[in-house]
């Protein structure tokens, strides 16, 4: 009976491990197949985001006192910014230091 027990447990891990490991060889290939963003896609979240802060972020002109940093006067050096990207990630690390432009924890 222990024999039968230990058979069947040991076939449904292996099973499960299988599939596990077949999802994640999916994962992989959807990931590389990813299509990246677009200049243009890039520059239209960038003035999204920043008419949404703008239009809404408190802080802008206590980080303009505190800290030198016009934010709003930087919008044409950001934009260039992005425009240097070459892909997505370059592109999220670049959103990641204009966010830090803010000086705020709660904006990064």
Same mark, same amino acid.
């Given at each position: 009976?222990?024999?039968?027990? &230990?058979?069947?447990?040991?076939l449904l891990s292996i099973s499960c491990?299988?599939? #596990?490991?077949? /999802?994640n060889n999916n994962m992989k290939k =959807? ?18 985001? &920043? ?11 206590? /980080? #303009?006192?505190? /800290?030198?940093?016009?934010?709003i006067s930087n919008k044409e050096k ?6 240097? =990207? ?17 000086? /705020?924890?709660?904006?990064?």
């Amino acid at each position: 009976m222990k024999k039968i027990i &230990f058979i069947t447990l040991s076939l449904l891990s292996i099973s499960c491990s299988q599939r #596990k490991l077949e /999802n994640n060889n999916n994962m992989k290939k =959807t990931v590389s197949n990813n299509i990246q963003l677009t200049q243009n896609q890039k520059l239209e979240d960038f003035d999204y985001l &920043f008419d949404i802060i703008q239009e809404n972020y408190p802080f802008l002109e206590l /980080n #303009k006192r505190v /800290n030198g940093i016009d934010w709003i006067s930087n919008k044409e050096k950001y934009r260039k910014l992005i425009v240097e =990207t070459k892909n997505d990630d370059q592109y999220k690390e670049v959103i990641d230091k204009i966010m830090l432009d803010l000086n /705020n924890g709660h904006t990064h």
